[in-house]
């Protein structure tokens, strides 16, 4: 399969200082599983859930928990997303539980790609893309929030300080890695493969 980043070039750009102030890796998703019921499932839900995860469930939206089977975020109401590193087979492992009376379970693997931003600047430059408040006491490690740049949506998860991973559909990777490593350029930015 061919990546969704191919043409853009690896490697660095300094700025005209010489400084690299943002590191940004590329990379196709091994596992990504959307969980949704609708607003009468959600207490059976939250109950097959249990039975996968045990206590480790996100009680409030944009709150993420790390589970044997990935990272699991709240992204509403009635929804969670399991993004995993490998392969495992987790939408046969969740439909065990999660039966269609209780609600759905969709790969969506081929459709989401992973930015991860890190560096002194990263939050300067995510701040020019998106409208929201990253600074630590509004958008704490290990949170994530939906949100987009032009009219493209997208989830943010924020790793530390100064380290996010962004998801993004796989059909706009291409210009969304390039409206960042542009937004990056004056501090200087550096492109790894993933």
């Given at each position: 399969?061919?990546?969704?980043?191919?043409?853009?070039?690896?490697?660095?750009?300094?700025?005209?200082?010489?400084?690299?102030?943002?590191?940004?890796?590329?990379?196709?998703?091994?596992s990504?599983?959307?969980?949704?019921?609708?607003?009468?499932?959600?207490?059976?839900?939250?109950?097959?859930?249990?039975?996968?995860?045990?206590?480790?469930?996100?009680?409030?939206?944009?709150?993420?928990?790390?589970?044997?089977?990935g990272?699991?975020a709240?992204?509403?109401?009635?929804?969670?997303?399991?993004?995993?590193?490998?392969?495992?087979?987790?939408?046969?492992?969740?439909?065990?539980?999660?039966?269609?009376?209780?609600?759905?379970?969709?790969?969506l693997?081929?459709?989401?790609?992973?930015?991860?931003?890190?560096?002194?600047?990263?939050?300067?430059?995510?701040?020019?893309?998106?409208?929201?408040?990253?600074?630590?006491?509004?958008?704490?490690?290990?949170?994530?929030a939906?949100?987009?740049?032009?009219?493209?949506?997208?989830?943010?998860?924020?790793?530390?300080?100064?380290?996010?991973?962004?998801?993004?559909?796989?059909?706009?990777?291409f210009?969304?890695?390039?409206?960042?490593?542009?937004?990056?350029?004056?501090?200087?930015?550096?492109?790894?493969?993933?």
């Amino acid at each position: 399969m061919r990546s969704p980043f191919e043409g853009h070039a690896i490697g660095s750009r300094p700025n005209a200082a010489g400084q690299l102030g943002i590191q940004v890796t590329a990379a196709m998703l091994p596992s990504f599983t959307l969980i949704s019921t609708w607003i009468s499932g959600q207490d059976g839900l939250l109950a097959a859930l249990a039975e996968v995860f045990g206590a480790t469930l996100p009680q409030r939206i944009g709150q993420t928990a790390q589970t044997e089977f990935g990272l699991l975020a709240r992204t509403g109401p009635e929804e969670f997303v399991l993004v995993g590193d490998d392969h495992t087979d987790r939408c046969s492992l969740l439909r065990a539980s999660i039966v269609a009376d209780i609600g759905a379970v969709t790969d969506l693997s081929h459709a989401r790609c992973r930015l991860h931003i890190e560096g002194p600047q990263c939050r300067t430059v995510l701040n020019k893309l998106f409208a929201l408040d990253l600074r630590e006491q509004s958008f704490g490690i290990g949170d994530i929030a939906l949100t987009g740049t032009h009219h493209v949506p997208s989830m943010l998860h924020r790793l530390g300080a100064e380290a996010f991973d962004l998801y993004v559909f796989s059909t706009y990777a291409f210009d969304q890695l390039g409206t960042l490593l542009d937004a990056a350029q004056e501090y200087g930015v550096a492109l790894q493969p993933g």
